[in-house]
């Protein structure tokens, strides 16, 4: 079995299986400029596109941005943001969507609006709230005792 790697090349009937679109989607995406194979690119009749592990994982985010109720146009524009404001390869980025607006979250503070041109918003964990809250509770009991009031 084959290794995932950037180097390695996935022809578009495999990427197609994998992603879980049809191969007239994933030539039709090529062919606009949505997601272009970075290892070969079609060079003509009887030429295989190849498209990179990296291809692969944002045509399945798109795909699940296209499930999730997303346009392809939003889409489009939130990848172009995405690509502008990404100068190295997307781990670790979130993608988020409530089927309007696409949003990246690179870290648990730090969210993007894809489609305002990488605006930034801001995001609250409330899980490292409740953990703060804890802490603070344990911590103010502890010195209430101590001090007895």
Known sequence: ????????????????????????????????????????????????????????VVLKAIKSLLDAGVTLQRIRKAIGTLRDHLRRPPHGVTLMSDGNKVYACESPTEVMDLLQRGQGVFAIAIDKVWTDVEGSVRRTARAARAGGS
């Open 1 to 56: 079995m084959a290794t995932m790697t950037e180097e390695q090349g996935y022809r578009a009937p495999e990427v197609a299986k994998i992603v879980g679109i049809s191969y007239r989607q994933l030539d039709y995406w090529a062919r606009t400029g949505l997601v272009v194979p970075s290892v070969r690119n079609a060079g003509g009749s009887g030429t295989q596109r190849e498209y990179s592990f990296q291809d692969v």
